[in-house]
């Protein structure tokens, strides 16, 4: 499996590189801090990221809060307690971000960032692109799956709640 990871942490840090500085170009309007937590609920992840955190849960305990339908279990006192170890979908937030609807482009972007835009604001210089690396992260775990012979499907996600008592 740690091939796997190694490729996923790869992906991770291009997806911190390029969120980095697009925190960056938007830094005038990200209201992002420690604190606020809006965007913390239950979510579904890809296998591999599952195995990945519930690895580093083996290395290193988190706290974890009583699970219900909604919160991350990881969201403790405001704080995230995997914050390392945090899924792909919890590096993108606050961002603007280009994904792509039914054959049409559409952005998505935080509220409190931005209560004030226009489509014109936005280019692909300075959104992320979720589709395209949503893409590779498919690929990522679908080679997971099949190499360690998995009983998963490559559509198959996982409620981060159940890591409770991993
Ligand atoms: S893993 Fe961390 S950042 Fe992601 S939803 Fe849970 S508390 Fe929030």
Redesign the pocket.
């Known amino acids: 499996m740690s091939y796997y990871f190694e490729r996923y942490q790869q992906f991770i840090s291009k997806v911190d590189e390029l969120t980095e500085k697009l925190s960056g170009l938007h830094k005038d309007h990200m209201q992002c801090r420690k604190g606020c ?1 809006l ?3 239950n ?1 579904r992840i890809f296998p591999v990221e599952y195995f990945e955190i519930q690895q580093s849960l083996k290395e290193k305990p988190a706290q974890t809060t009583e699970s219900n339908d909604d919160s ?4 403790k006192d405001h704080v ?4 390392e170890h ?2 792909f ?2 590096r993108t937030h606050g961002l603007p971000l280009l994904y792509l609807n039914e054959e049409q482009w559409e952005l998505s972007a935080c509220e409190l960032n931005f209560n004030e835009f226009d489509d014109e604001d936005f280019s692909a210089e300075n959104t992320f692109p979720q589709d395209t690396f949503n893409s590779e992260l498919f690929q990522i775990n679908k080679a997971f799956i099949q190499e360690n012979e998995l009983d998963y499907s490559e559509f198959d996600l996982l409620e ?1 709640k159940d890591l409770h008592q991993r």
């Open positions: 937590d965007c913390c609920m979510y991350c279990i990881f969201l995230c307690q995997i914050y945090r899924p979908i919890c981060m």
